[in-house]
């Protein structure tokens, strides 16, 4: 009987540790979060969402931000430096723009850009959040800080159907569920995911575990839905924000993420 429960109980933690695995966006909280990596209860409930605006025919809302969007020559993205515009592709056509407050801020404005005729367009603009402690350009798991850099996006998933993306799109109850001992604040993050392609092999569904850097570089890094706070390293958006970003993002256009703090983002 000693021997069918020790079975038993082993077979059981297999389980939870392959659910585990599988829940890893956001890397691991080491002040308390989930040792699933996703956010934990140390982070701050979630403020009152702000009334949207209107948005572009056929669209979700697009919210209005509480901090502004940087302006500039149009033919250039606002706010971004030499080095960081180097990175863009010449052949991409939409850019998720992350303007961090400050290096320790873990908070955060997303404009989604066009590349039009006449240079970058704003298409949409959002408040949001990054990671707890920030921002970093040497970015490791577990230190509460959003990598800065220039990022392709490719794939997205989440706990809900497919909104119609042209990004592959892996829906999964039991993979995007949080844990049931979970804050409510946290239970709807996991909606809606994009991947950022840091440390990640493109072309594999948002819950792939696969670190190409080792696992000590951290990865896991999402947009996802907004919980009013910080995250681990994932960028927090509201709803309609992803709703729009996942009906609009075109791979044809090859997207990308462009994410820091805003000092660092203009150096």
């Not at 704003?122 to 970015?139: I, K, Q, Y």
């Amino acid at each position: 009987m000693q021997i069918k429960s020790v079975r038993r109980a082993t077979a059981t933690a297999a389980v939870l540790g392959a659910v585990l695995v599988t829940l890893s966006a956001c890397e691991a909280s080491p002040s308390g979060g989930a040792k699933n990596g996703l956010p934990g209860p140390h982070t701050r409930p979630p403020r009152a969402a702000r009334a949207a605006g209107a948005g572009p025919a056929g669209q979700p809302p697009a919210r209005q931000p509480d901090r502004p969007a940087p302006v500039g020559d149009p033919g250039r993205l606002p706010g971004v430096g030499e080095q960081w515009q180097a990175l863009i592709p010449d052949h991409s056509g939409q850019v998720v723009a992350v303007y961090g407050e400050d290096k320790d801020s873990a908070d955060s404005t997303v404009v989604l850009y066009s590349r039009q005729v006449g240079g970058w367009q704003p298409a949409g603009s959002w408040p949001a959040h990054n990671g707890r402690a920030g921002w970093t350009a040497d970015h490791s798991a577990g230190d509460g800080r959003s990598p800065i850099g220039v990022f392709t996006v490719t794939d997205a998933g989440g706990v809900l159907p497919d909104p119609g993306t042209r990004l592959s799109y892996a829906q999964g109850r039991d993979l995007y569920t949080p844990p049931h001992y979970w804050s409510p604040a946290y239970r709807h993050d996991f909606d809606y995911v994009i991947a950022i392609d840091y440390n990640r092999l493109r072309g594999t569904p948002p819950h792939d575990t696969t670190h190409p850097w080792g696992d000590g570089r951290g990865g896991g890094i999402w947009l996802h839905l907004d919980h009013g706070s910080g995250t681990s390293a994932c960028i927090g958006l509201p709803r309609e924000a992803m709703e729009y970003l996942l009906r609009t993002l075109d791979p044809a256009r090859e997207p990308v993420v462009v994410m820091g703090d805003r000092p660092s983002l203009r150096s």
